[in-house]
């Protein structure tokens, strides 16, 4: 089983910057894949970036050049910066790990971009 806490989450205005974080409760080494969803009122949930345990990395197409997954094996953790934040980047932003043949989803953190 893995437990994973989401932090970093707040509001922001359009150009701004935030960097999440998302600490699990097991060596993230272990894990095939952890990665960033997101799910914005009345949307379904979607990928936003992932990376693998060979740190292989994957980002929905409209967040590439501006955001960046990298993770700490010694802190497990994985991040994500968040750059250039647009009004539609606004969403609750989800950190997905895959264990076992299982998916495994945090809390959740708000993001939102507003002037």
């Known amino acids: 089983q893995v437990q994973l806490v989401e932090s970093g989450g707040g509001s922001v205005q359009p150009g701004g910057s935030l960097r999440l974080s998302c600490a699990a409760s097991?060596?993230?080494?272990?894990?095939?894949?952890m990665g960033w969803y997101r799910q914005a009122p009345g949307k379904q949930r979607e990928l936003v970036a992932a990376?693998?345990?060979?740190?292989?990395?994957n980002y929905a197409d409209s967040v590439k050049g501006r955001f960046t997954i990298s993770r700490d094996d010694a802190k497990n953790t994985v991040y994500l910066q968040m750059n250039s934040l647009k009004p539609e980047d606004a969403a609750v932003y989800y950190c997905?790990?895959?264990?076992?043949?299982?998916?495994?989803w945090g809390q959740g953190t708000q993001v939102t971009v507003s002037s």
């Open positions: 997905n790990a895959q264990y076992g043949g299982i998916n495994y």
């Open positions: 990376i693998t345990r060979g740190d292989s990395t």
């Open positions: 097991r060596s993230i080494f272990s894990l095939n894949a």
